[in-house]
Structures are given as C-alpha cells and as structure tokens.
C-alpha cells in the first residue's frame, strides 16, 4: 500500500510554535495549486501500488476552497490505483468550518477530519497566536459531527503555565464529544520559532519537565479509562479508528509527498521538495519532482525502525531484525535494549520489545541509544 500526503502551504498568521512550511501570502496561491496538480499527474507513472490513504496537510489546508480540494481528490482517483475503502484526511482549523463549508466538504469524498483545535483555553490559544478562540472549536466539533463520524482533534500540553488541572479539563472537553481519535503532541520549542525567542528573552518560561511528564500520565490513565487505545505515542483512538494514515507512516510503509516542502519515502530513499513557493513552481515547470534525495543504508533503515517502532503498540520484531537486516543488527538490539528491559523502560516476550508506561515518555531517547552507529 501507499499514501499521499498533500501539503498546502498557506496559512492566516504563524502559528508561534510552528516550524512547519507555509506562507501567510497569497500571491503564488493559483500557481502553487496548479503546480501541486501536475505533480500529482507526473509522479502517478512512478505509482503502481493501491492508494489506501490521501492526507491534506498544511499549512492550512482548510483555507482552500472546497472545490480545489476535491479537484486534487478527482484527479488522484483518475490517475492512481485506489482502495474501495480509502481514507480521506483533511487538517481543517475550527475557525475555517463554518456550517455551510462542512456541508459542502461533506459532499466530496472526504470521510475524517482532523481539527486543530490545540487547546480549549482562550489564554493558551492566544500565547500560540492560534486564529480560532475556545467558542469556535466547540462550535465547530458540533458542526461536524453532523456531517462526520470520524474526526480527530489535535492537542497540545506542556503548555507554559499550564497545570494539571488545565490539562484535565482540556481531556474533559474533548471526552464530553465522545469523539473516536485525539493526537495530543507535548510542546516542543522548534528552532527559528517565535516561541524560541521568547524563551531564549526570557518573555516565555518553559513548563517544568516533571509536571510535563504528570500531564502526559494523567492524559494516558484518563483516556485509557475511555476505551481509547496508545496506539502511537502522541496517538489514541477507539478500536477500529487508528487513522490509516499516521499507522502507515510509523510503521515504515510507503507514502509520495506533494506540494512544497512535502516528503516521499519508497521504502529504501527519501526525497524531498523545496521549502520554497516559488522555487517549487519553478520546479514543477522543468519537470524536476523532487529538491533533494537521500539513498538509506541499511544502518539508516534500521535506526528509522527502532524509532518508529518504539513509539507504536507494536513496537520492536526480533524476526524482523534479523530477516530484514541481519544477525548483527540483531544482537546489536538485544546488548543494547537490556538495560532498558532490566529498569522497567522496556518489556519484552523474547520475540517483540515495546515501552512499558513508565518508558513511553522516554521513547525518542532510548531509541537513540538502540541505534546503530557504525557497522
């Protein structure tokens, strides 16, 4: 299987965490779509798998018209092989779905939303310099239920003066919908952010790590008393909604990415296109597909493993290891991961290694230490 993620590269304002591409100028708009267009009819005659899942990212995607996003579903369904049941993903910020745009992405193939809401604190929202304030979710997650059976919300925690109580009630809303997904991210300070300098002036005091680490428990024990399940760290969903497209990606499978910035991955490279809107339309029009390319060696392909898998309920195969890289990588994981099983940061049934609890929060650091170096 594959996917493709889109991504629209405008936005209203900047986000003050945000590093991600976009533009809050609109003078290359029409191009840049017409731009995405061809790529997506040029790089289908490199695709022969089915198309299980197509992802519209941003960016804000939500800023578009609903015809010019349906226009890039059409032509994906014309040009690719797709699934008969297809996940269909628009990013949409709450403030952007008024009643008679939901009714119109309704009417296009379109089956999730996934809403940036980020926070249900008016406070927190405007420390983001977030567009929407907490009124407009709320509105708009009733809105949407009328049209939408699955639809996810984005939160953030870690928020700078925020608590436990403030995250608990955050929970709280969201439980209130009895919506079937929610991806909470901790805030992580990006280089060359407004956030960043912030901090770096001492205008912005980051949240202590140990009452980051209590909001991340707090937000695993609550939403597991719900039925909802860990299945990647930052993602919970009841059974049968896992999103299509987040599974996908942590386990390794293959994905084309479309628009400026947008990244591919074909199973062994990875390629990648400008972070630029103009340098990408004039990409586009000498035909040149991707910005850069980078080949993995197995060392790479086993390390992207070992990351991804750690952050997912499936974690680690030793069988995989060893039939996809071979007996030193293998014993490799086994020397290195023991001191992580011996201090309760890993469990392990001889064949699979996953986090416990007590390990998830610590994901991204102990997959560093199980990497491979050198051969």
């Known amino acids: 299987m594959s996917g493709i993620y889109i991504h629209i590269p405008f936005c209203k304002q900047a986000c003050h965490y945000c590093n991600f591409h976009f533009s809050t100028s609109l ?19 490199q ?21 010019e996003i349906d226009n890039f579903i059409q032509l ?20 952007d779905l008024k009643l008679s745009k939901l009714k119109q992405i309704a009417s296009t193939k379109i089956n999730r939303l996934s809403i940036g809401v980020q926070s249900f604190d008016d406070r927190e929202l405007k420390m983001m310099n977030r567009s929407h304030k907490s009124e407009d979710s709320k509105k708009c997650i009733d809105n949407a239920t009328l049209f939408f059976e699955n639809i ?18 955050n929970l709280n809303l969201f439980l209130d919908w009895n919506l079937n997904h929610v991806s909470a991210y901790a805030l992580t300070v990006e280089p060359n952010t407004a956030l960043e300098k912030y901090i770096k002036k001492e205008l912005i005091i980051p949240l202590d790590e140990e009452i980051v680490l209590e909001q991340f428990n707090l937000m695993n024990d609550k939403l597991s008393e719900f039925n909802y399940i860990n299945y990647e760290l930052s993602s919970f969903a009841k059974e049968g909604y896992f999103s299509k497209n987040n599974t996908a ?11 400026p910035s947008a990244h591919s991955f074909d199973g062994t490279s990875r390629s990648w296109n400008i972070s630029n809107n103009a340098l990408y339309i004039n990409d ?21 493993y070992v990351m991804t ?7 680690i195969s030793l069988e995989y290891i060893e039939e996809k890289f071979g007996q030193k990588f293998k014993l490799h994981f086994l020397n290195k991961s023991k001191k992580f099983v011996d201090s309760d940061l890993i469990v392990s ?20 230490e199980l990497f491979l170096i050198n051969l």
């Open 249 to 259: 990606y942590w386990l390794g499978k293959k994905f084309i990415g479309i628009g």
């Open 152 to 169: 996810s919300i984005d939160l953030i925690y870690g928020m700078p003066d925020s608590n436990i109580k403030s995250w608990d009630n």
């Open 284 to 304: 586009i029009s000498k035909n040149k597909m991707f910005h850069q390319k980078e080949k993995l060696t197995l060392k790479d392909q086993y390390n992207e």
């Open 309 to 315: 898998g750690l952050r997912t309920m499936w974690g």
């Open 47 to 67: 695709c022969h798998d089915v198309i299980e899942t197509i992802y519209f990212g941003g960016g804000t995607p939500s800023l578009l018209e609903v015809k």
């Open 349 to 368: 049934d001889e064949s699979h290694f996953k986090t416990t609890q007590k390990g998830k929060f610590l994901s991204d650091g102990i997959a560093s």
């Open 27 to 45: 003078n290359n708009r029409d191009s840049v779509i017409k731009s995405m267009l061809r790529e997506i009819e040029v790089k289908s005659a």
């Open 76 to 95: 994906i369904i014309e040009k690719y092989k797709t699934s008969s049941n297809i996940e269909i993903t628009l990013e949409a910020n709450p403030d």
